[in-house]
């Protein structure tokens, strides 16, 4: 069974920054597209970004401007470039992959925490 798998969560002040990183545990082939999704404390998880095969992107109004969803199709893999942090950024983030086939795959989840 593929998982993908998220890193590069943690503990930074606001105004900070942090890079997500995310693979699958072997390769995946006909990947369509790539996000980033959230759960705040309390929430239901929303959609952060998503990337297409073109690198096409979309962003959630509150991310705009401050963070950038990338992918590298070689490697499988999918950032997430988080600048400008905001204590309401706090949340587990988590990375999914979506095939032609409409297969989807998600990772378990990586926390990111801002301090005021």
């Known amino acids: 069974q593929v998982q993908l798998v998220e890193s590069g969560g943690g503990t930074v002040q606001a105004g900070g920054s942090l890079r997500l990183s995310c693979a699958p545990s072997?390769?995946?082939?006909?990947?369509?597209?790539m996000g980033w999704y959230r759960q705040g404390p309390g929430e239901q998880r929303e959609v952060v970004a998503n990337i297409d095969r073109n690198s096409i992107t979309n962003y959630a109004d509150s991310v705009k401007g401050r963070f950038t969803i990338s992918r590298d199709n070689a490697k499988n893999t999918v950032y997430l470039q988080m600048n400008s942090l905001k204590p309401e950024d706090t949340a587990v983030y988590y990375c999914?992959?979506?095939?032609?086939?409409?297969?989807?795959?998600w990772g378990k989840g990586t926390l990111v925490t801002i301090s005021s």
């Open positions: 999914r992959m979506r095939t032609f086939y409409n297969t989807n795959y």
């Open positions: 072997r390769m995946i082939y006909n990947i369509n597209d």
